[in-house]
Nanobody
Framework: QVQLNESGGGLVQAGGSLRLSCAAS????????MGWFRQAPGKEREFVAA????????YYADSVEGRFTISRDNAKNTVYLQMDSLKPEDTAVYYC????????????????????WGQGTQVTVSS
């Protein structure tokens, strides 16, 4: 069992930056692929970024490529999402996810069938 707790959301102006964190419980964090998804009001949850168990592979949605960076610190059981050049369309609740699956491709990462999910943190970008 893995419990995930996101933090770092808030209100920021367009062009600004935020850093989200997701702290995980359990001693096997380093075995899990980690991902970030988001859900805007009235829309389906969508993939944002993912990182493999050792940080060796990362995947991004086209909409955030070049602006967001996912990273992990296995010693701290934490995954991060650095978000730069934020746009109003980035406004959403951001969710952290964990799964033991092998991230062989972006298609695998994009699939929303991840085993564990956090409660989410709100990110609001004003224009």
């Amino acid at each position: 069992q893995v419990q995930l707790n996101e933090s770092g959301g808030g209100l920021v102006q367009a062009g600004g930056s935020l850093r989200l964190s997701c702290a995980a419980s359990g001693r096997t964090f380093s075995s899990y692929a980690m991902g970030w998804f988001r859900q805007a009001p009235g829309k389906e949850r969508e993939f944002v970024a993912a990182v493999s168990w050792n940080g060796g592979s990362t995947y991004y949605a086209d909409s955030v490529e070049g602006r967001f960076t996912i990273s992990r610190d296995n010693a701290k059981n934490t995954v991060y999402l650095q978000m730069d050049s934020l746009k109003p369309e980035d406004t959403a609740v951001y969710y952290c996810a964990a799964d033991l699956k092998w991230l062989a491709s972006r298609a695998v990462a994009e699939n929303p069938s991840w085993d564990y999910w956090g409660q989410g943190t709100q990110v609001t970008v004003s224009s």
